[in-house]
């Protein structure tokens, strides 16, 4: 279900340094998620978002955006997709995204998407005119199986199709690479999925992967997770109780192999493992009066 709501205020200040994205700001259009990834830890108690199948949609999200935009002093980057992917598929009907992003191509500030979906390719000549400034966008992608995704990731596009479209974009000379996180234990960590998703990346022009081997777990959104792993995964969710019991980071098997075996790989390929970030320019030395 799709409702629309009223947003007090859009953009948010990320707390500094922002070590792994190198935010200044972060905004999202939309609340809850048609992705349905089993994993998200936005069905969270702490995010209240009562059900995670409803969309809200911030529809005076621009108005916002066009009055509190021109206001920060400093052009930091605009992260999207920090709670909600920018391109669920509600933006078809509303384009918020796409909309939004001519705001802030007009006001020549940086950004950060991070996304599951190939929608982004429609915002590609938007995302080319704030490249002049600075554009990144990050595609989220745990195993480039897709039978595997449609079962951990069940509305969102598949992992080949996020690739295509990571290549449209680096074909156009966006910034673009991969996030790769959540890494699933006894589901995802393995050499085999880590070492395809890398030379994937290499193979569709990726410039960098960020990763991190393994999950968060809490309150609901384990609930959420068991049942699933239930469904689609039996005897799993015993292997998560029997390691993990209720602790909130549960980290990948052999996640210390993994990590090493992950460095040589983007050693081999010239990946990197940090984002691609906005640097802002240098700003002339003002001579002191004699």
């Known amino acids: 279900m799709i409702r629309e709501i009223q947003a007090k205020t859009l953009l948010a200040h990320v707390k500094q340094p922002d070590t792994w994205f190198g935010l200044r700001y972060n905004l999202n259009l939309y609340r809850g998620c048609q992705h349905q990834c089993i994993y998200c830890d936005s069905r969270s108690e702490c995010y209240q978002i009562e059900n995670f199948h409803d ?74 005119a704030i490249n002049e400034v600075f554009a990144t966008v990050s595609f989220t992608i745990t195993t480039t199986d897709d039978d595997l995704a449609r079962q951990i990731e069940p509305g969102a596009p598949s992992p080949s199709r996020r690739l295509k479209a990571m290549a449209a974009l680096r074909e156009r000379g966006i910034h673009a690479g991969i996030t790769l996180m959540p890494v699933l234990p006894f589901i995802e960590d393995n050499a085999a999925n880590i070492t395809q998703i890398v030379t994937q990346a290499a193979d569709h022009g990726a410039e960098y992967i960020l990763a991190s081997f393994g999950m968060t777990l809490r309150d609901r959104q384990r609930a959420y997770y068991y049942d699933q792993l239930d469904r689609h995964f039996p005897g799993v969710r015993a292997q998560y109780e029997r390691r993990f019991g209720n602790h909130y980071s549960c980290a990948a098997l052999r996640s210390d192999q993994l990590w090493e075996l992950f460095k040589d790989l983007c050693e081999r390929y010239s990946l990197s493992t940090q984002v691609s970030r906005y640097i802002p320019p240098v700003q002339p030395t003002q001579l002191a009066l004699l």
């Open 55 to 128: 969309v809200l949609v911030k529809v005076n999200a621009l108005d916002l955006l066009r009055d509190e935009l021109p206001r920060k002093r400093e052009k930091g980057t605009i992260g999207f997709g920090s709670m909600s992917d920018p391109y669920t598929f509600a933006e078809k009907q509303y384009n918020l995204t796409g909309q939004a992003l001519a705001v802030i191509a007009e006001h020549k500030f940086p950004v950060h998407l991070i996304t599951k979906s190939d929608m982004v390719v429609k915002d590609r000549e938007t995302l080319a």
